[in-house]
């Protein structure tokens, strides 16, 4: 970024801050100490008089927990691992403002009852010392420039805390308030050893975004950098003053200083842009269109790690899918439907796939997979079942999800239709699923056994399965219902044909049996 724009995004927040913090003029000094002692009392409410364009959604329960913790801990570590868009820094700097100029306050001190049995408000402990750490000097800079351009411009709190430029240093990278209050960013490496205000040690220590995705390829690297974070930033703190200390960051990798910091918090908050029932984690904020346009822009893997903490090491098992043209359906010796409902939670995907044996090869050719209802995944078995024809085809999903609830629906879609789906419960005792898979699909793949239908390879669905065996891995969390589905049918397929002399059954037109579900 030039000189030019910096100066041209500086004087846009500028602008943004004074139009947005307007003050009543002719309020007296009474309405005004009562405006803001009830303010001081409810930070929610603090946040939202003081910082309007930054406090301008409701916040959520997560936020409203950590903020919380923070304000109510003087001494204390946090670690905010939330996915990209849920105001990570914008809620720091909120409650750094509020710490800096009310102060903490516990429950249990609200008062202090003196001999003579007068009672007064305990003396709140207001922080000193803030220090902004970041991978680089820049970047820390620019995290600390809302901090600065609040204190120059905005007219609510000069209105009620006073002038808040100071006489002394005031850079862009260093600042002391009028109030006593000194900012300063570091640069990961950089030295912050003799960072002081006065007498006062950092008690505020940020760390945000102190990963880059080049440094986190090299574990040596991570580690040169957390032993500098432990060490000479941390090391910065007085041992005798309460210091809070945050971390503000996704987890871009599995090695990486937002994970080793997890290791050393008092708490250690994960919120992704979703939560486990599939809906926005901030719905004030977020929509579920938003997200979906969003995430819709990018890759599996970069979803997960940047919105689901949840960084994939692509092609750790699977690193390229192979592609070819399927056959006519009447010439796969043996065809197997198999679904994996997955109804662990409502944000999990449904599995189904159509997949026949030509020879030794086996050729997934039809893949649905999404975040579908029940009826959806059942519609999926109708497509299916017109695909095949008049050829017989074996319909398996696992037995434990074969229970009454979706019996019935299977059941009363067979009424309607006037055709059932001949669905037969996988009884088999599955072992861990990724040595199923691994150990089954893996060599098939790299033998030149396993192929994806070519005239589907840019349908969603069939992107999604390549994507879920791209991020398979024993190390991460990535979604593996489709791989589970490929695998459960391969595995039934291969059952079926043994002892067959390699070439499996000749199943012919028998016909379906509407009497199986």
């Known amino acids: 970024m030039t000189d030019r724009q910096l100066i041209a995004r500086w004087e846009e927040f500028v602008k943004m801050i004074k139009s947005g913090t307007l003050t009543d003029k002719k309020e007296n000094e009474a309405a005004l100490v009562a405006r803001k002692a009830r303010l001081e009392a409810e ?7 003081y910082f309007p364009r930054f406090a301008y959604a409701k916040a959520a329960a997560f936020q409203l927990n950590s903020t919380n913790r923070i304000l109510h801990n003087k001494e204390w570590c946090e670690v905010r691992m939330w996915s990209r868009e849920l105001a990570k820094s914008t809620r720091t700097m909120m409650e750094v403002f509020y710490l800096a100029l009310v102060g903490h306050r516990n429950e249990d001190d609200r008062m202090v009852v003196h001999a003579d049995g007068s009672m007064t408000e305990a003396q709140r402990i207001k ?79 940020l ?42 960051g ?103 796939v159509l997949v026949g044996k030509w020879r030794s090869e086996y050729h997934v050719i039809k893949c649905y997979l999404d975040r579908a209802t029940t009826a959806e995944m059942i519609d999926w078995h109708y497509d299916i079942m017109n695909i095949v024809g008049n050829r017989s085809c074996y319909y398996y999903m696992e037995q434990v999800f074969m229970q009454d609830v979706l019996v019935k629906e299977v059941s009363d879609a067979g009424r309607r239709r006037g055709r059932t789906i001949p669905i037969i419960g996988d009884t088999r005792k599955k072992p861990d699923k990724f040595m199923r898979v691994e150990s089954l699909l ?17 349908n969603p669905h069939m992107q999604r399965l390549v994507e879920q065996f791209r991020a398979f891995s024993q190390a991460g969390n990535a979604h593996d219902d489709g791989p589970d589905a490929v695998e459960g049918a391969v595995w039934i397929i291969i059952e079926k044909t043994a002892n067959k002399g390699g070439h499996g059954i000749t199943l012919g037109g028998k016909p379906h049996n509407n009497k199986r579900y």
């Open 442 to 458: 893996e060599p098939m793949n790299r033998n030149g056994e396993l192929y994806l239908n070519e005239q589907e390879e840019h």
């Open 127 to 205: 922080k000193r010392c803030v220090l902004m750490i970041s991978n680089s000097l820049d970047n820390a800079t620019r995290l600390l420039m809302p901090y600065k351009a609040n204190m120059e411009y905005n007219q609510r709190l000069i209105q009620d805390y006073g002038q808040q430029v100071g006489d002394g240093v005031w850079s862009i990278t260093e600042f002391v308030t009028r109030g006593g209050v000194s900012f300063r960013a570091v640069g990961v490496g950089q030295s912050p050893r003799g960072t002081r205000n006065e007498e006062a040690r950092p008690d505020i220590i």
């Open 43 to 49: 930070p929610e409410k603090w946040f939202g008089y």
């Open 250 to 352: 996704n987890r871009i990798a599995l090695s990486s200083c937002i994970q080793k910091a997890a290791d050393i918090a008092d708490h250690v908050d994960i919120v992704n842009i979703r939560n486990e029932q599939g809906r926005s984690s901030w719905p004030e904020k977020n929509s579920e269109s938003d997200i979906d346009r969003v995430l819709s822009q990018k890759s599996y893997a970069a979803q997960q790690k940047e919105y689901y903490n949840n960084p994939l090491t692509e092609g750790a098992v699977f690193r390229q899918m192979a592609y070819k043209p399927v056959l006519p359906i009447n010439e796969y010796t043996i065809l197997v439907c198999y679904t994996d409902p997955s109804y662990k939670t409502t944000a999990d995907y449904k599995a189904t």
């Open 207 to 248: 760390f945000d975004d102190v990963d880059t995705d080049s440094d986190c390829l090299n574990s040596d690297i991570v580690s040169k950098k957390w032993r500098w974070i432990e060490e000479a930033a941390i090391g910065t703190r007085s041992v005798s003053v309460a210091t809070t200390i945050i971390f503000c």
